[in-house]
């Protein structure tokens, strides 16, 4: 059993296991960071980046000009971004079976997997996994297409000429397989191949393995894994949470009895506590509201910004911030708002129990019914008309590169008055403001991230115990920044075993046994003897049937009857199958009742000598002789095949057979 | 030998009051708890004392499934666990379970306050009752213990009504509640894989309909289908009546339909955002107090076969009129207002020994989304179970369908009356680890030209306590601590030869190697000869010069050729030529 690393980043993981004889994709991130290098792609004609410096080398060849401008001491490529695709050469993609998803964040690579490796197999994902991250896909595709970019720089990614670029440009990773978005036709294709699957469910491969989605507890409808046959289970974890927040708790119970427990998508700020990050935004907003200013929330259009919006909701009135708009902008903030009252089935208690009333699940429906929370799907049209200030915004993209959130950074970052507050963990927040610098909009750092710390993962391995621990290298030591905190590494016995990015690992699995099934005319011709107390055995002869991976025990077929009258058959033909096995024997013969029951059975003038390791029966008349030792028997004998068989008979009934 | 057993408690060879036992494996499953609408006294609910006379309900069922929110599916549910007494799980998917409540309240009410019924359960008791019930997802796996699992199914009759699973190891009985397997405006069509259960029970109240497509597209339909539909209508033709619901009831459902979008069809899920198909403009809810405005209207009542509630006062209300029209849009059961005046009576006697005249014309539509007879035998065969029985359905139209059934898929089909047990024998295989040494193997020499022949594995089944695993028997013996004993025959074999013993050994190595093709025969040094691993080895006679003894050497495991060469060789060599 192997697992093939293909994504280096710990929180978008894409790794295959081959299982048995099935080969699975869990989970299939995009490692979106790769966009940071990139200009941002503004909405609106920006002539403050449009008139950034070309960069040249330090002895003044520029001749990279067109491809890289220079703003505030940091290069950017100025082209279309591009994303950081999993390895795609480490293992052949198309002989991929089926690909787990386990949560709308960890599928947004899916497109480039399922349309472009020759990939024939199934996608399984729940169903708000899958029609949110059709969301953040279209979300994505709207916000690059509607700002047709002429240049897609390429010079620059020469291995040649990467060297001698500035950092980080210089140590970007595989910048040769760095791909543009995909299109929303593509986007469709790789969804329709998408399976819904249910938690705890049981969906049957190949009949060799069985795989069960199960609530992880970070997002509506995320999933852990459990990938398992009869005698070996997988766990696949990524990205859970023990927060209680709107998705259903975490069934940590069924990760039990692992014998690898496979690690991912634990929380990228392991030092913030989101609880107080919650209640630090909501005071940052109302101070900078309070003041006249307007705030600014890069975000997703799905997830943290539901509980946020549940924040706000309690917080708005006793803040006295009633009277301020609340604007949510994205091409999908409409749908994204909808679809979270609808899945009801994945929402933690509290919210499912208000469908029973019935009511919505989230307050936000009662937000944009009073008209405290506006939605728009861009700021072109209905928007402009309504829009006032102050006011707080909700909009992406939280890498700062493109979408809405690029016309509000180059509106409002000239004046001290507003505010930016970063929430989403998965851009560091000042490589996300290099482009806009210089600022004089504050920033704040709120990172929400409500999956896996190291003290909860300790508790939860000591909880479920697996055998072994998979996780990415970054948690198998302390953060480098960091290298005294020996904290914040998983700690367990025996230690995790690690990957990195284009690693293969070779899985400790000692496979002993497999299922079979009994037919029930075997089971009833078996005849078990108990050889210790609770402990019965039965000698097993029967045939064995193999398909589709499932193996069955039948009864052996009859003897065939000889036909009388017919032509005797030659004696070749009655030459034996050597296969055919007798049992082995096992016991001892005790001497006395062995004469004792020679002599019942018409054997006369048996004499018995004593030897160095047992003894002899002789059958003077017979000349046969019986030598009778602790672990085995021998007799010597005439041709006198009636007579050996009888012996033999008298022999085993001393015996036990297996 | 194991068995599945099968007793309606009601449902059996008639509609209403759904509720059937079934044990399967030492488990025992009670499937719907419903009321018949038919009756007003005891014979509404299902004779629990059938499964235990004395006994706490609890001990004797291991859990209760509710297939979907219709009364004569759950509305006996809050007398059973709380009156009768039964504490243990009951089964049921989620919109059923924010549904159910509602429509039991409204049961209850109509039943004590309108009818000042005593005895019945309470609005407590609905409560206490539904904190007993879990929630199923669809084709999620329950684990009700460590054997009993079950699993849901979506049946498209109802909101968030569900088939459901029932499964022991290998033995399994599919409960299909109410079905429909054409998908209507809104809800999708029931579907199920091919789990190949030992039984299927399958509701046939449409057993001998078999409704053509075309027209019923645009006649099938539920009420929030109804107004869809005569929302469009009512639109295009520009019509002023006012269309009302009866009762809060729809309205809320319809919040329900809203919440619950996931388990409507393809094209609601897929255009909700937009345009939310269960907001309506022409249709308002209706009070009391319009049914003696003047003007035409139209008014969707609650219940529909007019057996209590607002439907049967506005009824009363309007038979006089001939100019009124009833529509009924569903199956009637026997006993209501609503089967009497489908079946052509005109003079209803009602409570208090008044007669109502009906002179109001009476249509009957087909609506109730159930499946039809093509339905059923498609549902049948997308589950390929090994047995049928039919319930929820009336005798003679069972009948015709039984032998449908019969007749296309050759499997067994039952019809059981109410209180009659039907026993299926079944033989589940049982299944056992098998140590991979051993079934590697046997696989490796599968795989040998002459596969077709088929093979036997040896092996020693060791049971310990309920954990059977099937290991080669070295290793049998091995974990047991156990020493092989090795049981060995010498024959002498008596052959008549002047010649040295190297020269026989010669002779017999010739000889068996000719005759034995398929076996490894070899000459060794020492002048001995094996076949396989059995030795030949040739002494002289101690008596007879002209004779030389053969010893022939096996163990048991090589009994049938060790046997088989004695006799060979006892025949003599052919003479040297």
């Not at chain 1, 009636?642 to 057979?657: E, G, P």
């Not at chain 2, 429509?103 to 609905?126: C, H, P, W």
Request: net charge neutral; hydrophobic share 40%.
């Amino acid at each position: 059993m192997k697992l093939y690393c293909l994504s280096g980043h710990p929180t978008l993981p894409c790794n295959v296991l081959k299982f048995k004889s099935t080969t699975i994709m869990l989970d299939c991130g995009l490692d979106m960071t790769s966009t940071l290098n990139f200009l941002p792609l503004p909405l609106v004609q920006s002539p403050r980046l449009s008139n950034l410096p070309g960069w040249s080398l330090k002895d003044g060849n520029a001749f990279l000009d067109k491809e890289l401008k220079e703003c505030s001491g940091h290069v950017f490529v100025d082209s279309v971004p591009e994303f950081c695709l999993p390895e795609t050469e480490l293992i052949d993609l198309s002989t991929v079976d089926v690909i787990l998803i386990s949560n709308y964040h960890c599928m947004m690579a899916l497109p480039y997997i399922t349309e472009h490796t020759g990939f024939t197999g199934t996608v399984y994902a729940t169903e708000p996994t899958v029609q949110i991250g059709r969301l953040l896909m279209e979300e994505l595709v709207n916000f690059i297409e509607r700002v047709p970019k002429a240049q897609s720089a390429s010079l620059w990614k020469n291995k040649d000429i990467q060297r001698l670029l500035p950092s980080p440009l210089k140590d970007a990773v595989e910048v040769s397989t760095w791909r543009r978005c995909y299109t929303m036709q593509e986007v469709n294709s790789a969804l329709s191949k998408i399976q819904l699957v249910g938690y705890s469910q049981k969906i049957e491969l190949f009949g060799a393995v069985q795989v069960t989605p199960l609530s992880s507890g970070y997002a509506l409808g995320s999933s852990n894994w459990i990938i398992q046959s009869h005698y070996e289970k997988v766990s696949y974890v990524s990205g859970s949470s023990l927060l209680t927040t709107h998705p259903q708790p975490m069934d940590q119970a069924s990760l039990k009895n692992s014998d690898v427990l496979i690690l991912t998508g634990l929380t990228q700020i392991p030092t913030a506590n989101p609880d107080g990050m919650v209640g630090e935004f909501c005071s940052n907003l109302a101070l900078t509201v309070r003041n006249g200013g307007n705030v600014l929330v890069p975000c997703y259009p799905s997830g943290v910004i539901y509980d946020l919006l549940e924040c706000l909701y309690q917080y708005i009135d006793s803040a006295g911030l009633s009277s301020i708009p609340f604007y949510f902008i994205s091409p999908v903030a409409n749908s994204s708002l909808e679809f979270s009252q609808i899945f009801a089935e994945w929402l933690c208690h509290n919210k499912q129990t208000k469908v029973y009333l019935p009511e919505p699940p989230f307050p936000h429906a009662e937000l944009i019914q009073t008209n405290k929370l506006k939605h728009y799907p861009s700021i072109h049209g209905d928007f402009s008309n309504d829009f006032r200030q102050p006011c707080v915004v909700f909009t992406g993209h939280p890498s700062l590169r493109f979408g809405d959130v690029v016309h509000f950074m180059e509106l409002w970052g000239k004046s001290s008055l507003n505010t930016v507050i970063f929430t989403e963990p998965d851009f560091s927040y000042l490589e996300a403001l290099a482009p806009y610098q210089p600022l004089a909009m504050k920033c704040i750092y709120c990172p929400i991230d409500t999956r896996l710390n190291f003290i909860q993962v300790s508790k939860l391995l000591k909880e479920v115990q697996p055998l072994h621990v998979v996780c990415p290298e970054q948690y198998a030591q302390p953060p480098p920044a960091q290298s005294h905190r020996m904290d914040l590494m998983i700690d367990c016995q025996p230690p995790a075993m690690s990957y990195r990015r284009a690693e293969v690992l070779a899985l400790p699995f000692k496979r002993r046994y497999e299922k079979i099934e009994i037919m029930p005319e075997l089971a009833d011709s078996l005849v078990p003897m108990e050889i210790k107390p609770g402990v019965s055995l039965a000698t097993v002869s029967a045939v064995l049937h193999t398909k589709d991976n499932k193996h069955v025990l039948q009864p052996p077929p009859r003897p065939a009857q000889p036909t009388g009258g017919k032509k005797r058959k030659r004696a070749s033909d009655d030459i034996p199958d050597c296969k055919v096995l007798k049992p082995l024997l096992s016991g001892s013969i005790p001497v006395e009742q062995f004469v004792q029951t020679l002599e019942k059975h018409g054997f006369s003038d048996i004499k018995v000598e004593d030897t160095a390791k047992g003894h002899i029966v002789l059958l003077q008349e017979a000349e046969t002789l019986i030598q009778i030792e602790e672990d085995s028997t021998h007799i010597i004998c005439d041709n006198d095949e009636m007579l050996r068989v009888r012996l033999r008979d008298l022999v085993l009934k001393f015996l036990q057979k297996f | 030998m194991p068995e599945i057993r099968v007793t309606p408690l009601g449902a059996g060879q008639d509609v209403g009051r759904s509720c059937i036992l079934v044990s399967i494996a030492g488990k025992n499953v009670m499937l719907d708890c419903g009321m018949h609408m038919g009756f007003s006294d005891d014979r509404r609910f299902p004779d629990f004392s059938y499964i235990t006379r004395s006994g706490r309900l609890t001990d004797f069922l291991d859990c209760v499934i509710i297939s979907h929110f219709h009364l004569d599916h759950c509305g006996a549910l809050p007398y059973f666990s709380e009156m009768v007494g039964y504490d243990g799980p009951i089964y049921m998917t989620q919109p059923t379970q924010a549904i159910c409540p509602i429509l039991l309240e409204d049961y209850r009410k109509i039943a004590v306050d309108k009818k000042g019924e005593a005895n019945f359960f309470t609005s407590q008791m609905i409560k206490d009752c539904m904190k007993k019930v879990v929630a199923v997802h669809l084709h999620q796996t329950v684990q009700v213990d460590d054997e009993l699992e079950i699993k849901a199914y979506y049946a498209g009759h109802v909101l968030g009504a569900a088939m459901f699973q029932i499964k022991v190891g290998s033995e399994s009985v599919v409960y299909t509640g109410d079905y429909n397997m054409t998908p209507d405006r809104h809800l999708g069509a029931a579907w199920i894989d091919k789990c190949r259960p030992n039984l299927l029970i399958t509701e046939s109240t449409y057993a001998t309909t078999i409704r053509d497509s075309k027209r019923c597209r645009e006649r099938d339909f539920l009420k929030k289908e109804l107004c869809i539909l005569l929302e469009t209508f009512w639109e295009r033709m520009d019509l002023k009546a006012p269309i009302y619901f009866s009762t809060g009831l729809t309205e809320k459902a319809n919040h329900y339909y809203k919440l619950f979008i996931p388990w409507t069809n393809q094209k609601i899920r897929k255009t909700f955002v937009q345009r939310n198909m269960f907001e309506f403009k022409h249709i308002k809810a209706f009070d009391r107090a319009f049914a003696d405005s003047p003007g035409p209207m139209v008014v969707f009542a609650t219940p529909g076969m007019l057996h209590a509630g607002q439907s049967l006062q506005i009824f009363r209300k309007w038979a006089g009129n001939e100019k009124n029209m009833v529509i009924m849009p569903g199956y009637c059961v026997q006993g209501t207002v609503g089967h009497k005046i489908l079946s052509g009576q005109r003079k209803l006697e009602m409570e208090g020994r008044q007669v109502l005249e009906v002179k109001m014309q009476v249509e009957y539509m087909s609506f109730s989304a159930h499946a039809d007879a093509k339905g059923i035998m498609q549902l049948v065969g997308q589950a390929e179970p090994e047995n049928v029985l039919l319930v929820h359905g009336e005798a003679k139209k069972m009948e015709f369908l039984k032998q449908k059934i019969e007749q296309e898929f050759r499997v067994s089909c039952y019809m059981p009356a109410n209180g009659e047990t039907v026993t299926l024998p079944t033989s589940p295989s049982i299944p056992v680890g098998i140590s991979l040494g051993l079934l590697k193997r046997e696989m490796a020499q599968g795989l040998l030209p002459d596969a077709k022949k088929p093979r036997l594995l040896h092996g020693t089944l060791i049971m310990k306590d309920s954990n059977l695993r099937l290991v080669s028997s070295e290793q049998a013996l091995k974990e047991l601590g156990l020493a092989e004993h090795q049981l060995r025959f010498t024959c002498r074999v008596h052959l008549h030869d002047t010649r040295k013993e190297q020269e026989a050994a010669a002779r017999v190595y010739s000889h068996l190697k000719s005759v034995l093709k398929d076996h490894c025969v070899q000459h060794l040094p020492d002048g001995s000869v094996t076949v396989e691993s059995i030795l030949i080895q040739a002494a002289a006679h101690s008596e007879d010069p002209g004779t030389k003894v053969l010893l022939v050497s096996w163990t048991y495991q090589d009994e049938e050729l060790g046997s088989y060469l004695t006799s060979l060789l006892k025949k003599g060599l052919p003479q040297a030529s």
